[in-house]
């Protein structure tokens, strides 16, 4: 214990102390298991020496300006929000502001709009995080297996994520504007794929995975990684074939990376904004949750109404990680175990 | 004594660092106040010329005060929310804003500037057009100094169509005899989810004889002539008159569409015939103007343009309200309505005949006139006198949107079941109850 690093000692010393043992590995018992281990029973407290007493001063005192700051930049703007949700707040109208409880969540969730954000939102994402998933394995095992440049390869197959989002949008726009888009060309003439609904949900989606395959690949490239080479050869040596080692080998060892690929590109396809913006700007149907949020609280200057869909957007993405950490066991960041339980 | 010294010696460099740093953020914050001059700060939409109206401003004061002109970004849309996001902050870095007529009642209901008052409001309202001036006021209250102005018009090529109808009727039965006839024959209109489809059924509308909004901008209006003006735009839309991209089809393209031959006329700006002047000079002979289409007759235009207004937050508002009442006189407005084409306020200048430079003699190129650069500058002052604005409330930007998003496209427009869908949205965005689409 004492060999451990000065900053962790105060936290290691206390848990001998408590006689609480180590906490069970996942993300939540990961994550709270320091709390656990410093709040002991009051008799254990009255026991403690002045020392261990100063040094565990010591240790909130070091913790002190993190959980300020984490208190003023997160938690602050979160609690603001959910208040401004519960209120009639519009920037227009300074004086008609008052409390209007639940109004305003019944408002959203009650208009069709709001739905059909949602239902755009649910479509990009399932099919650009599936065909990123499957292209982003493929691109993957190329990295993964290349032996001659192999740098080359790498940095060539990242240059798409390296690309600023926005930037990259208004390389699709104008590549999808008739007249001088390259691509719009060699549709008909007349044809403006960017001002049709399905047409341009299609571009958004295409725009999507373009941009993020890279960074799917690179998870997975990650988890490539640890699959050990003698398991692939034992599987060889027992006459199993290329497919059926990567689906019964390759696979299930990659099984944690791929969830953690998965619930990283879903989360991030569910706050989808910057490609959206750049094409229609949610114009025929085109807008996600986030298009529509911006469009309620910075164009209709409406903080209540915008805050409750920041609000509902928020419990949406919450419940997607949810349903990965505890129905699919996906790992959280920090944790070396699947987070089931 | 050595530590007294070196006591004595920190105290000193750090007085001194202090001193410095003082300074320096003083000079950062104090901009040219040290010189005497204060500055005001002006931020408005790019405008090729406007650059010039400030140094001509600038020079007048002599020294009383100096504009700094910001330029905003370029699309209405961003221009707003640039100003909003400063003024719902506060911001006493803005003193004159260049704001679009849509938003002026929204700018004063929230109050965020500040009204025209005593002389000031005097000389703004002498010798203005009603139209522009009942823009800027709200309930009586006078909350900017209209800078320029804008009417659409009936722009038509003579060759194909001799007789401009003055219907939109009209204009269907003239698309359909040239279809037969194998020639030009798309009417263009602002047709595309946007500012300029609201436009658009806010013409159609006054020539209906309705208005989306009461006079008071406090209740939906709509009703009988709402649904005649829908049947006309669907009528119109499924015509041989509509153009195939009429659904995303905003101003520059109606323009385009008539000077690359595909369309026989269109419903624009003013502004079209310096283009066509510059892009197809031989074209221009059979380009004519006529007042825009209406559904018994001539109809009404709706109004647009540019107000000055002074920000709540401004440090230096009187001086403010004299800057903006230079950048908008006659002689600068005619300045900018001759170099940047667009249309005064003040009536005066619309009959003034003499050139830029009126010491030498008036030539198109070189030295134009309110005569030569406007041609249709009495359609215009006679649009301008029937001429509608679009809703005046602060919620305007809701009920835009929202009617842009139902009225799109313009060919799926259902007479009686639109209007009972616009009078159910617009009014919950005028409690700024709806949610924006």
Request: aromatic letters at 8%; a positive charge; hydrophobic letters at 45%.
């Amino acid at each position: 214990m004492t060999d451990d690093g000065e900053t962790r000692q105060p936290r290691d010393e206390t848990r001998a102390e408590a006689d609480i043992p180590a906490p069970a590995a996942g993300p939540v018992a990961a994550a709270t298991g320091a709390a656990t281990a410093t709040v002991p029973n009051g008799a254990r407290r009255a026991a403690l020496s002045e020392g261990r007493r100063s040094e565990r001063r010591l240790g909130w005192l070091l913790c002190l300006p993190a959980a300020v700051i984490m208190v003023v930049v997160t938690i602050y703007p979160i609690v603001y929000a959910i208040l401004l949700s519960l209120q009639r707040a519009d920037l227009r109208f300074p004086n008609d502001n008052k409390w209007v409880g639940l109004t305003n969540y019944v408002t959203v969730l009650t208009n069709s709009f709001w739905w059909h954000a949602f239902a755009i939102t649910m479509i990009v994402t399932v099919i650009s995080v599936a065909v990123e998933l499957v292209l982003g394995m493929a691109l993957a095992m190329v990295m993964h297996r290349t032996l001659l440049g192999r740098g080359v390869v790498r940095t060539l197959a990242l240059i798409p994520y390296g690309i600023v989002t926005v930037v990259a949008a208004y390389g699709w726009r104008y590549a999808w504007t008739p007249g001088y888009g390259y691509l719009a060309n060699v549709l008909s003439d007349n044809s403006a794929p960017l001002t049709q609904q399905a047409p341009a949900v299609g571009i958004i989606i295409l725009a999507e995975i373009w941009k993020t395959t890279p960074f799917m690949a690179l998870l997975l490239l990650a988890g490539l990684a640890i699959v050990p080479d003698d398991l692939q050869r034992a599987a060889s040596m027992d006459g199993a074939s290329t497919w059926q080692r990567f689906t019964q080998v390759t696979l299930p060892l990659m099984k944690p990376a791929i969830l953690v690929a998965l619930l990283f590109r879903t989360l991030d396809a569910v706050r989808i904004y910057d490609n959206i913006y750049v094409l229609t700007n949610g114009a025929q149907g085109t807008s996600s949750l986030s298009i529509l949020t911006y469009h309620n609280l910075i164009g209709g200057l409406n903080l209540g109404i915008g805050s409750t869909m920041s609000i509902l957007m928020f419990i949406t993405v919450a419940i997607i990680a949810f349903i990965f950490i505890k129905g699919f066991g996906t790992a959280a960041p920090g944790s070396d175990n699947a987070g089931r339980r | 004594m050595r530590p007294e010294t070196t006591r004595r010696l920190r105290t000193t460099v750090a007085v001194g660092a202090a001193a410095i740093m003082a300074g320096t953020l003083l000079s950062a914050c104090g901009g040219s106040e040290s010189t005497g001059t204060p500055v005001l700060n002006m931020y408005a939409y790019p405008q090729q010329h406007r650059a010039d109206i400030v140094k001509r401003c600038n020079q007048q004061a002599h020294g009383k005060y100096r504009i700094d002109l910001n330029l905003l970004p370029r699309t209405a849309d961003q221009q707003r929310e640039q100003l909003v996001r400063r003024l719902a902050a506060a911001d006493h870095g803005m003193d004159i804003l260049g704001i679009d007529v849509t938003w002026t009642a929204e700018l004063a209901k929230a109050g965020w500037i500040r009204p025209w008052t005593g002389s000031n409001r005097q000389q703004v309202e002498n010798g203005t057009l009603p139209a522009p001036l009942s823009t800027a006021t709200i309930n009586g209250t006078l909350y900017g100094a209209p800078n320029n102005t804008n009417v659409q018009l009936l722009w038509y090529r003579s060759d194909l169509m001799p007789k401009p109808p003055a219907t939109y009727q009209g204009l269907i039965d003239e698309a359909t005899r040239l279809k037969k006839a194998g020639k030009p024959h798309y009417v263009e209109v602002t047709g595309a989810q946007y500012e300029g489809l609201v436009v658009w059924f806010n013409s159609v509308l006054a020539a209906a004889g309705g208005s989306i909004l009461n006079k008071a901008g406090t209740e939906v209006s709509l009703g009988k002539p709402a649904v005649t003006a829908l049947s006309t735009m669907s009528k119109f839309a499924n015509s041989a008159a509509a153009d195939p991209s009429l659904s995303n089809t905003q101003e520059d393209p109606a323009r385009l569409a008539v000077e690359g031959g595909t369309a026989v006329a269109e419903i624009n700006w003013p502004y079209v015939y310096a283009s066509m002047a510059a892009d197809k000079p031989q074209m221009l002979k059979n380009f004519k103007w006529a007042p825009i289409p209406g559904i018994t007759g001539t109809g009404k235009a709706t109004i647009g343009g540019e107000n000055l207004a002074v920000s709540k937050y401004s440090d230096h508002p009187d001086l403010a309200f004299s800057a903006a009442l230079c950048l908008r006189n006659a002689a600068n407005q005619k300045y900018g309505a001759i170099l940047d084409g667009v249309p005064p306020t003040i009536e005066s200048v619309y009959h003034d005949t003499r050139p830029l430079d009126p010491n030498k003699k008036t030539n198109a190129k070189t030295n134009p006139s309110m005569v030569t650069a406007y041609p249709m500058r009495q359609a215009i002052l006679d649009e301008l006198r029937t001429a509608v604005s679009r809703p005046v409330t602060a919620t305007y930007q809701n009920v835009s949107t929202v009617t842009s998003t139902l009225l799109s496209p313009p060919k799926s427009i259902q007479a009686v079941s639109t209007e009972r869908a616009l009078r159910s949205q617009i009014s919950d965005a005028l409690q700024s109850k709806g949610v924006l689409p």
